[in-house]
């Protein structure tokens, strides 16, 4: 498990507007550059796997809700 897995979306998204305000700003090496830049897609790709698992969770919401109509009101 890397240390992104561990941060809460906010924090990743706080990490990746770091990374793009250093890269925008330009004054890094090309080997800075790229190691930003690998960070930066290893964060996007921990985000996409936290959003996959909120979704699923919600369908497993959404049709035990469904299976169970009067259990809702």
Do not use: R, W
């Amino acid at each position: 498990m890397s240390e992104n897995e561990n941060l809460t979306m906010e924090e990743a998204f706080e990490k990746l507007k770091s990374i793009l305000d250093k890269l925008e700003a330009g004054d890094l090496t090309l080997e800075e550059n790229f190691a930003l830049y690998e960070e930066g897609l290893k964060l996007v790709k921990t985000c996409g796997n936290k959003l996959d698992m909120i979704e699923k969770k919600i369908t497993i919401l959404e049709e035990a809700g469904e299976q169970n109509p009067d259990e809702q009101e």
